[in-house]
């Protein structure tokens, strides 16, 4: 992708009454870009943030969380410019209303200009930055860097008795491991997906079916009422796990692209590939 100098923007954007000229039929297909971060901020990156993200990212501590941060909302950006034959400097990203509590200030990213019939999602990780795109009202993304789980990961609340019982029944260390961080990102993609993140969520109740290649039909419940994922792993890297949740529907989803940026920015630093678990 190209990187585009310009300055930081301004938010209030008119909003468009209908969908962009030219919008691309996805046919219910899914678009995901992934990438290496910087560890450092570039100010490309930076000129592309609208307000409200340019003061979340003054809120983080670690260089590198600011930089992978800036890096991926521009690099979302960049994605939509291509896709939409736009300037990434005039695609504004927003949240949607939480269907948990109301607020606006925590829902789902939304794309606010152009006016497309897309849903979107974002999610970063030490060394991967991700951004997804579907057709239809709803998607969900996670990436997790792979790295040892804790024993007491096996017995805390975040596990089916299926997923448990599969875990146990693979060989301690690397296998385990991948194992794991791969029914963690199906869970979080599906709690991205129905837009009430981790809050609120009995992830012991989530069945991922770890055991299953996929796509898998997971079940979602809060409130009384249950939604319907359709669940896939996503092949990046051999250092990180990912997935994707979208709704099914009458049939099932589209095929999933997956564009790889090479490289990061030019006068950039190589990625940090360390991290914590899952939080």
């Known amino acids: 992708m190209a990187f585009v100098p310009g300055t930081p923007k301004s938010t209030g954007t008119q909003q468009p009454s209908r969908a ?20 450092r ?23 590198r969380d600011v930089a992978a941060f800036v890096h991926t909302r521009a690099g979302a950006r960049r994605a939509l410019s291509e896709l939409l034959h736009v300037a990434p400097q005039s695609v504004e990203l927003g949240r949607r209303q939480c269907p948990g ?15 497309v019939p897309w849903a979107i999602s974002l999610s970063r990780t030490a060394g991967c ?3 997804a795109l579907g057709d239809g009202p709803a998607i969900g993304v996670d990436v997790e860097a792979v790295r040892p789980m804790r024993q007491a990961s096996l017995y805390d609340s975040v596990l089916t008795d299926n997923e448990r019982a599969h875990l146990v029944s693979l060989p301690p260390g690397p296998v385990r491991d991948a194992g794991f961080h791969r029914v963690w990102t199906r869970k979080e993609a599906v709690v991205k997906a129905a837009g009430l993140g981790l809050v609120g969520t009995a992830l ?55 564009h790889s940026v090479l490289g990061p920015p030019e006068n950039a630093d190589a990625p940090d590939t360390e991290g914590s678990r899952p939080s």
């Open 20 to 39: 962009a000229p030219g919008t691309p039929d996805l046919a219910g297909a899914a678009h995901v870009w992934w990438w290496q971060p910087p560890q």
């Open 41 to 63: 901020v570039v100010p490309d990156d930076l000129a592309l943030l609208g307000t409200d993200e340019f003061h979340r990212a003054l809120t983080l501590l670690a260089e």
């Open 101 to 115: 509590c109301g607020d606006f200030g925590h829902g789902p990213p939304l794309i606010e200009h152009p006016e």
């Open 129 to 131: 930055g991700v951004f």
């Open 204 to 258: 012991n109740r989530l069945e991922t079916w770890p055991a299953r290649h996929g796509p898998v039909r997971v079940l979602h419940t809060h409130s009384g009422r249950t939604t319907v994922w359709s669940v896939q792993d996503l092949r990046l890297d051999d250092r990180v796990a990912a997935a994707i949740a979208r709704p099914p529907g009458g049939a099932p989803p589209g095929p999933v692209h997956v």
